[in-house]
């Protein structure tokens, strides 16, 4: 009787052992697959953050090139610079644009796209943008939009 007694408590003994081996075992994977889950969600963060980044750049570049033609050409009918406007909206997808020409006196010129005539400036864009000319723009973000500005300069002054 009493050798059944300990064989009971020893098998109790156990399988509460192997019970705490599993809690443990369990609460370990868990706390892997959550560090490997943020892990993931970092690298696809940072991904999308370069795609987003390289993408700005290449809208500033496109700008500045538009800026630069404007301003060789002296540009001022209203078929150029819906031909200029067509190159930044020939990649549009899932993205919304807008481009907006502007005189010297922050009037529009010539505007296209979903958002154009929705930017944020004020009539002093025109003081604002002086500083830089030349090949240089503005970059202004908010929570789900990004104003890019390029003056049009000839002689390190805006026209």
Do not use: H, W
Request: aromatic content about 8%; glycine content about 6%; some cysteine.
């Amino acid at each position: 009787m009493k050798s059944n007694i300990i064989i009971i408590a020893v098998l109790a003994v156990i399988i509460m052992a192997l019970i705490s081996a599993d809690i443990f075992f369990q609460r370990t994977l868990q706390m892997e697959m959550a560090e490997q889950f943020n892990k993931q969600q970092l690298l696809l963060a940072r991904a999308e953050a370069t795609n987003i980044q390289d993408y700005v750049g290449k809208v500033k570049d496109d700008m500045l090139r538009i800026a630069k033609i404007v301003s060789i050409f002296q540009i001022s009918k209203e078929p150029l610079y819906a031909f200029l406007a067509s190159g930044v909206f020939k990649d549009v997808e899932t993205i919304k644009k807008g481009i907006e020409f502007l005189d010297g006196e922050g009037k529009t010129l010539f505007s296209q796209g979903s958002i154009a005539g929705e930017s944020p400036y004020d009539t002093d864009l025109v003081e604002t943008i002086k500083k830089f000319c030349p090949g240089d723009v503005q970059i202004t973000q908010y929570k789900k939009r990004v104003y890019i500005a390029a003056p049009v300069c000839r002689n390190d002054s805006v026209v």
